[in-house]
């Protein structure tokens, strides 16, 4: 009978481990929301090729990373018509960061975090879903204080970000629906994203698939190194219909589309002074 039960168990999680994810639909009908992260990269080896890409994706809400002066002029010129709305802060080397929106943006600010080397940007939308919050985020490489590459730095990395995150989220309303995105140098089994899956938020993309990396570096011929940094993240107000990652070459990082609409169930219940238990992700 023993023998039978850990057969049974270990077929379970076997069959757990292999569930089929649902397919994304990414133009569901009725009111939606299109979010898309993209770190354009500070060098902006290929801007043609991020402009073109920001025009056909056609998302509401852009969440840009390591933006300056010369790549907010540039956007500017090629987008302004597509995306009347930005916010570009530029913080030196990597740090920019920027909004681009269909939708008036309100309540802009910049936030700092004391454990963290570039600024989070947070503003107020209203959209076809409804009032929602976007923090864009660019949490710390997990890099040693002088730029080096250490195992040090690797394992502190994840109780960093999670401290950078915490002083970001204080800027917050916690009674508005929220949408976090942005490149968090991080995958989802560490840090402040493992901390906001066990917090109620979901992740688009895990939703739909969890193998497509966000992020390469080419060390040398024969080794690229590849990650999953590259996250939009949403509170329990939203349900995510599809995301997807698209093979732009034109920064080390992917751009990641995520396609949101209201859980009006959630919302509801919210009101009621409840608390839903999270949709399951697969």
């Known amino acids: 009978m023993k023998k039978k039960l850990i057969i049974g168990s270990l077929l379970a999680a076997l069959a757990a481990g292999c569930a089929t994810l649902p397919e994304p639909d990414l133009a569901p009908a009725g009111p939606l929301l299109r979010v898309v992260t993209y770190n354009i990269n500070w060098g902006g080896p290929n801007p043609g090729e991020v402009a073109r890409f920001l025009l056909n994706v056609d998302a509401d809400i852009v969440c840009l990373q390591e933006t300056h002066r010369q790549?907010?002029?540039?956007?500017?010129?090629?987008?302004?018509?597509?995306?009347?709305?930005?916010?570009?802060?530029?913080?030196?080397?990597?740090?920019?960061?920027?909004?681009?929106?269909?939708?008036?943006?309100?309540?802009?600010?910049?936030?700092?975090?004391?454990?963290?080397?570039?600024?989070?940007?947070?503003?107020?939308?209203?959209?076809?879903?409804?009032?929602?919050?976007?923090?864009?985020?660019?949490?710390?490489?997990?890099?040693?204080?002088?730029g080096s590459a250490t195992v040090s730095a690797y394992y502190e990395s994840p109780s960093v970000h999670r401290k950078e995150l915490a002083d970001f989220l204080q800027a917050a309303d916690p009674d508005t629906p929220l949408i976090i995105a942005g490149d968090f140098n991080e995958n989802?089994?560490?840090?402040?994203?493992?901390?906001?899956l066990e917090n109620g938020f979901r992740d688009a993309?895990?939703?739909?698939?969890?193998?497509?990396?966000?992020?390469?570096?080419?060390?040398?011929?024969?080794?690229?190194?590849?990650?999953?940094?590259?996250?939009?993240?949403f509170s329990r107000h939203f349900r995510c219909t599809g995301a997807r990652v698209f093979d732009v070459r034109a920064s080390d990082h992917l751009p990641v589309l995520a396609v949101l609409i209201s859980n009006k169930e959630s919302a509801e219940a919210s009101v009621r002074g409840n608390d839903p238990k999270p949709a399951r992700e697969e």
Do not use: C
């Open 71 to 146: 790549w907010e002029a540039f956007l500017k010129k090629h987008l302004a018509a597509a995306y009347p709305h930005s916010t570009f802060h530029s913080s030196g080397g990597a740090g920019g960061i920027a909004f681009l929106s269909k939708r008036p943006l309100s309540n802009v600010r910049i936030l700092s975090a004391d454990a963290g080397w570039f600024p989070g940007l947070i503003a107020d939308a209203a959209t076809d879903i409804g009032p929602v919050q976007v923090l864009n985020v660019h949490l710390r490489p997990p890099l040693s204080e002088t």
């Open 188 to 196: 989802e089994e560490r840090g402040a994203v493992k901390g906001l």
């Open 205 to 233: 993309l895990s939703l739909f698939e969890k193998k497509s990396k966000t992020w390469r570096w080419r060390v040398f011929p024969g080794l690229t190194l590849k990650n999953r940094y590259d996250h939009i993240l």
